[in-house]
């Protein structure tokens, strides 16, 4: 017998998200509470309100409709961010959803993308791929870009040769030259690469007693001594170039004095003397110390295993055959860097091919120098570092990320460099922290956490430092609600903070997953975005006081495959309806005079459309074959576009009574007030069977036209159903309104 007295029981909150059907019977969660069974085309909001996602707006087409493309952002202010579409082979540019006309050839194709990692500096981004030398793009007005592979100042090297019977011999000391092996050593793959040579240069004396001296070359120290009773002077001028010269010392004498002195020069440098006198003679010794001269060559044309064309790019100590040597760490033989970032000044590359688990760290504060120095012999600090992560596998790199730490993700665990103090050649070491690895697709850095996706691409964690246990741990963002990853991967993903935190996610069917996230509050809330077609890439772009989010969205139109660049609409704060866009691929027109037929929607030829017009919902529009509609009524404000579905499903009913659980009791949902905010339109029932739910009514009689949007309460009397063991309710909503929701409150009766 059914219970008289009916329990009201409210949903204040849906920030548990959308969980698994598996888990849909842990009543004993706390998130139970807050869940949801299913979220679909809705965002949730931190404080918990769930409302249904914005349409998205046609911007216009990718370059290719056969091939991928991905969003990539390019901050120039807080206010100003550029969208880069990068494709099988070019980078177009576009700013607030139009394209500026701008394409940049690159190497890139479109099985590369997944692999492209990209590091800002203000208007430069740096690119790496590992399969390409590091790229930077240059930005330097809106309508003037630059392309260009990364000019180093010195390149990272390999261990020293460690064959003392293979010598090498160059040709000349400076332009193109020819550089012979004793032994094959070189391969095609090394053009482009650098090399390291280190000679070991014998001590030169030149001695002047008047006029000019012939000129010596000095790597550090150098020593100058006088002889004779003589009146003038005697000059010690040095040069870097050979040509060019300069005053270093000048000694003057009246019969009185002779200079002993020595000196050193912080950079190779050629000395000379200039002796003139007016009285008495003089002799001048002027002599360089032995030393060790580092040069450095880049290989330009492959002739054999033992020869080689390269360019020097400073000037070698002479053509003397050496020994020691050392291959540069980035060629098409070993590969170039993965990624890179940012780190107490200093530009980092994470792997290689050869290499998959080294850190190159530039000189500090020099981004394209990554030259190791000595002064008295030891290393200086602010040299370039080079450094491995040992472990028992060699993972490879993924990701680096600037923190108060240095965040190091590989595909099999993560590491970290401290930043408590200043990292130096001699003051570094890596730490591993956890072991679960991580996929191409890029992390988000959110406060002072990071959300990252393990490298089957099926789990979503995130990760931050413990002072609990002095260590960085995290996290399974995913492990209520595995039904959304199960068997898919993810392969993109962009960060919105404003509105309402929230991680997109594109997997690999053209779902959107979003991830409201605010780790404060441990709200962790997922739901789903789905559209007539998939979803590639997606992109968070900051414009003025919120983000705008971008997405690359493949949709099939006429048969024919079709890429478009869409973005999203934005929820204002209005009881206009047709201030809101709430349909796909949409266009919105505003006409001084009414029109009964509009044109421009060549992309959705064929389409069925819906449209709110003037206040007027007119439903079933065909595009025709010339992209154009007719309208049942002239209209001036027009919104039209593909409709998408908005589902929410709540799960079983719970509540604790005096004798347990209400899990596997009759009861029945009679009646549920919906706590609405500037909504509109939509189903309800028991469950999403079409004849089982009812429309809901916002007002009687409503005159056709009329736009207003509802706030408040809504009474509503559920389709009979009958008594069952679930108690759930279910909201469909396909219409170009908005629809808000911060509340259910049901009303539910016990027996059956």
């Known amino acids: 017998m059914a219970n008289p007295s009916p329990y009201y029981a409210i949903q204040p909150s849906f920030a548990g998200g959308e969980i698994s059907k598996s888990v849909a019977s842990r009543v004993d969660l706390e998130k139970y509470q807050s869940a949801l ?26 370059k290719f409709h056969d091939k991928k493309s991905m969003l990539v952002k390019f901050t120039f202010s807080s206010d100003v961010c550029y969208t880069l579409e990068f494709g099988d082979k070019y980078i177009r540019v576009w700013k607030n959803g139009e394209y500026l006309n701008i394409e940049i050839t690159t190497p890139y194709t479109d099985n590369d993308l997944s692999e492209l990692r990209f590091t800002q500096s203000a208007d430069v981004i740096y690119i790496c791929s590992g399969k390409y030398p590091v790229q930077v793009l240059t930005r330097f007005s809106e309508t003037e870009w630059d392309f260009s592979e ?66 010596i070359r000095v790597g550090q120290t150098w020593k100058i001594i006088t ?15 050979n040509t ?86 980035w060629n098409d033989e ?66 680096l990320i600037q923190g108060q730490d240095l965040i190091i993700l590989t595909d099999g665990n993560e590491w970290i460099i401290s930043g408590n103090d200043i990292v130096t050649p001699t003051n570094i070491t890596p730490k591993i922290q956890t072991s679960r690895g991580c996929n191409n697709c890029e992390p988000q850095y959110i406060g002072n956490r990071i959300i990252f996706i393990q ?37 993109d993903c962009t960060y919105c903070q404003d509105p309402d935190s929230m991680v997109l996610f594109t997997r690999n069917d053209g779902v959107i997953l979003c991830l409201t996230y605010n780790r404060e509050q441990e709200v962790f809330a997922w739901s789903h975005i789905q559209t007539d077609g ?64 509009i044109s421009g929607l060549d992309h959705l030829k064929g389409k069925s459309l819906k449209t709110i017009a003037d206040g007027y919902c007119f439903e079933d529009l065909l595009v025709d074959e010339n992209g154009e509609v007719e309208l049942p009524a002239s209209c001036k404000n027009i919104v039209i576009g593909l409709p998408y579905t908005m589902k929410i499903q709540q799960p079983n009913f719970e509540a604790q009574m005096r004798d347990g659980s209400m899990q ?33 009514i916002f007002e009687e009689g409503i005159d056709v036209g009329e736009t207003d949007l509802y706030t408040g309460d809504k009474k509503i009397q559920l389709p009979a159903g009958g008594f069952n063991e679930d108690g759930r309710v279910c909201i469909q909503h396909s219409d170009p309104y908005p629809f808000s929701l911060s509340a259910i409150i049901r009303v539910v009766s016990f027996g059956g």
């Open 244 to 329: 060019n010269w300069k005053q270093l010392r000048k000694y003057t004498s009246a019969s009185d004095f002779n200079a002993t002195e020595s000196g050193t020069v912080e950079e190779y440098s050629y000395l000379r003397l200039v002796v003139e006198i007016t009285g008495g003679s003089c002799t001048a010794d002027l002599a360089s110390y032995p030393y060790t001269h580092e040069s450095h060559v880049q290989i330009a044309e492959y002739i054999d295993e033992k020869t080689i064309k390269a360019k020097v790019i400073d000037a070698l100590g002479d053509t003397s055959a050496t020994v020691d040597w050392n291959m540069g760490c």
């Open 455 to 491: 490298k089957r691409g099926s789990t979503i964690r995130d990760m931050g430092y413990s002072y609990d246990s002095d260590n960085y741990t995290g996290v399974d963002l995913s492990l209520l609600a595995k039904h959304l990853v199960k068997d898919k991967v993810i392969t």
């Open 534 to 597: 998939e979803f590639e890439s997606v992109l968070a772009a900051n414009n003025s006081n919120e983000d705008v989010i971008y997405a690359v969205v493949k949709r099939e139109i006429n048969g024919e495959v079709k890429r478009y660049i869409e973005k999203f609409s934005s929820m204002p704060d209005s009881e206009n309806a047709q201030d809101y866009v709430m349909l796909d691929s949409s266009k919105i027109y505003t006409f001084v005079e009414p029109v009964n037929k």
């Open 334 to 399: 070993y590969g170039y860097p993965y990624c890179s970032t940012f780190f107490q000044d200093r530009l980092i590359f994470g792997g290689n091919n050869k290499n998959p688990y080294t850190i190159w760290m530039s000189k500090s504060g020099d981004y394209t120098n990554f030259s190791v120095e000595k002064a008295s012999g030891n290393v200086t600090d602010d040299s370039a570092i080079s450094v491995n992560l040992i472990s028992r596998n060699l993972y490879k790199i993924t990701h």
């Open 664 to 696: 596997g009791r009759s009861k029945t949902i009679s009646e549920v007030f919906l706590r609405l905010e500037n909504s509109r339109g939509g189903f309800i029932g028991g469950d999403f069977t079409e004849d089982r739910m009812d429309e809901i």
């Open 150 to 215: 990364i000019e180093l100042q010195s390149s990272p090297y390999e261990a020293i040769n460690g064959d003392e019977t293979n010598c090498l011999t160059p040709s000349a000391t400076s332009g193109i030259i020819t550089i012979t092996a004793t032994k094959n050593t070189f391969k095609q793959n090394h053009v482009g690469g650098w090399i390291k040579l280190l000679q070991e240069m014998q001590g030169t004396t030149v001695t002047c007693k008047s006029g000019t001296s012939e000129s």
């Open 37 to 62: 069974l299913l979220a679909e085309n809705a965002f949730i909001k931190p404080y918990g309100g769930i409302y249904k996602r914005g349409g998205t707006i046609f911007c216009g087409e990718t």
């Open 227 to 241: 002889h004779g009773t003589w009146t003038g002077s005697v000059t010690v001028q040095y040069s870097l170039d």
